[in-house]
């Protein structure tokens, strides 16, 4: 894994030199500045991983710089008075270690590990924070024991182990994001972060922020730095949800991020470097749209170096038994009654085509748990779909107090699919033969319930 640079603001030259010398043969790349001035032009080229500062230094304290390196990186101070004063000042300021001069070279390696494996833990422990509900929920969901689940398992198997980048196909609702957890946690990234983005959800300025970070006034209210996803990631795994949905603008930097490992925040001029795996996924014909010029030919070339292809849930009946029964023991009101299927209800599951996959099942599982109440078994009569078994049949009745325009019509329609279908978007998209995104926009236009 690639070393942080360090940079070191020491006015002795002598000392600076030693100082730089000694991280190189430890492995680090540094960067040296004597005095604050020096250190901020530093700043403009560079993000250190880490900085050694002196407490005095010819143009002012090093203390009066720490507000503003402690949000870049840990900061490690030294001094040549070896007060206690002067130690607790600057960890209350927020240094993260302290070195005496003269500096001993075993101390200064140890202190430097600890710095960066403190920082390391505490940017993991908040991620993990945000991430562990979400990452639980859906490591439950590989269940099964058909043909078709047992193809993609091999898979995972045999590419997880590498660092290529991944493509995952399929519909929405088939387990995308589980593939790519367990490409994550079968890899040799699986200590670090796995981080998700939906890329269907975000207007493109904000899309590019959310990755990529921004930099103070980039925009209106980017009134601070921000790390983007891809510096969460840092060592671990990003994976990009329906990226075929990703503006042509933000693809050209994704791809650069793929050939070289660099990219700039938003604002930004520095160019910072992505230790990242990057797995994508898309229930779009990502091929054809590279075809037809509405994706970049370049980024699918890079994204799918490996594909995997998600079979819909139609196509692996025998396992809707044993998800069903799966989320009812996972589902906390039923742990109160020992719930099953009877025969009936198991069959009315057999004959459904499931349009919104594993997410629809579970769903109507949960569903079915509530309505069926404290009954033991759950009967067809308890089971409520999303979508109707003859849809080809289906008629639709708009009414209306007015003669209504266009946008009357579209909006009132759409709230009719929203409902009927339980918020569930992709499945909306497909009847309006729309994008996901499209449908977004629709939901932010009109306001409609979305699916929880």
């Known amino acids: 894994m690639i070393q942080p640079e360090i940079l070191v603001i020491e006015d002795d030259h002598l000392l600076n030199s030693m100082l730089v010398d000694s991280l190189q043969r430890m492995g680090y790349t540094s960067k040296n500045a004597a005095s604050l001035t020096e250190a901020r032009q530093a700043l403009n080229t560079i993000e250190p991983g880490l900085t050694i500062l002196d407490a005095r230094l010819p143009d002012g304290e090093g203390i009066e710089m720490l507000p503003t390196l402690r949000d870049i990186c840990p900061v490690v101070m030294m001094t040549a008075y070896g007060s206690v004063r002067d130690a607790v000042a600057a960890m209350k300021a927020g240094a993260e270690e302290y070195l005496l001069k003269p500096i001993d070279l075993d101390e200064l390696e140890m202190v430097v590990q600890r710095a960066l494996q403190n920082r390391t833990l505490q940017e993991d422990f908040k991620f993990y924070k945000r991430q562990d509900k979400r990452r639980n929920r859906h490591n439950k969901l590989m269940v099964g024991e058909s043909k078709a689940l047992h193809q993609v398992e091999d898979m995972i198997r045999a590419v997880a182990p590498t660092d290529v980048s991944v493509l995952i ?16 946690k079968h890899s040799q990234r699986s200590k670090r972060n796995f981080v998700a983005l939906d890329c269907c959800t975000l207007q493109e300025k904000l899309f590019e922020s959310e990755l ?71 229930n779009r014909d990502l091929e054809q749209m590279s075809v037809e010029g509405t994706f970049r030919n370049d980024l699918y070339y890079r994204l799918s170096t490996f594909i ?35 025969k009936n209800a198991l069959q ?20 079915a748990i509530i309505l069926s109440g404290d009954n033991r078994n759950i009967r067809p ?64 236009k009109y306001g409609a319930q979305e699916e929880g």
């Open 169 to 184: 196909q399929g519909e929405s609702g088939t387990g995308k994001e589980l593939v790519a957890s367990e490409l994550h």
């Open 348 to 367: 009315e599951f057999m004959r459904y085509d499931w349009p919104g996959n594993i997410r629809e099942l579970r769903n109507v599982v949960e569903r």
């Open 308 to 342: 995997i292809t998600l079979p819909p849930l139609r196509k692996r009946l025998e396992d809707v038994p044993a998800l069903a029964q799966h989320f009812i023991a996972h589902h906390s009101f039923s742990r109160r009654i020992d719930k099953q299927f009877d």
């Open 212 to 282: 990529f970070g921004h930099e103070r006034g980039a925009f209106t209210g980017a009134d601070k730095q921000k790390k983007g996803l891809i510096e969460s990631a840092e060592g671990g795994t990003l994976f990009l949800d329906e990226i075929g949905e990703i503006e042509p603008s933000i693809q050209a930097k994704l791809l650069r991020i793929l050939e070289t490992g660099q990219f700039r925040r938003l604002g930004g001029i520095k160019d910072l470097h992505a230790d990242v795996r990057i797995v994508a996924a898309t």
């Open 381 to 444: 009569e308890h089971l409520s779909f999303c979508s109707s078994l003859k849809r080809n049949n289906m008629s639709v009745q708009l009414s209306f107090e007015h003669e209504p325009n266009l946008e009357d019509i579209e909006r009132d329609y759409f709230h009719l699919l929203m409902q009927k279908h339980s918020g569930h978007r992709a499945t909306v998209a497909k009847i309006l033969d729309v994008s996901e995104r499209h449908v977004y926009r629709m939901l932010k």
